[in-house]
């Protein structure tokens, strides 16, 4: 059974910087593309970014040069790392994957706030 599981989230000034997790269970990761995705207050899913089977990544126009993905094969986790991060960066951030059907974690909180 697989099961994404997402942490890291929280608090932050503008301009701050916060690193969120994403483990994969029950699943070899390493041999499967993984993206972030996440919902604004009001807004619709938005996809921020992919990381490729071989650590190639896409982000999003809207966090490109602040956001960056890398990902752990030995750990089976993906990472996305968020700098100069700002208060429309506030969202519940999702990791998803697909191996047969969509697989969706259950999200954590970022909130950007003075």
């Known amino acids: 059974q697989v099961q994404l599981v997402e942490s890291g989230g929280g608090l932050v000034q503008p301009g701050e910087s916060l690193g969120l997790s994403c483990a994969a269970y029950g699943i070899i990761a390493r041999y499967y593309p993984m993206s972030w995705y996440r919902q604004a207050p009001g807004k619709e899913r938005e996809l921020v970014g992919t990381?490729?089977?071989?650590?190639?990544?896409n982000v999003a126009d809207s966090v490109k040069g602040r956001f960056t993905i890398s990902r752990d094969n030995a750990k089976n986790t993906m990472y996305l790392q968020m700098n100069v991060l700002k208060p429309e960066d506030t969202a519940v951030y999702y990791c998803y994957m697909i191996l047969g059907r969509a697989y969706w974690g259950q999200g954590t909180q970022v909130i950007v706030s003075s």
């Open positions: 990381i490729s089977s071989g650590s190639r990544v």
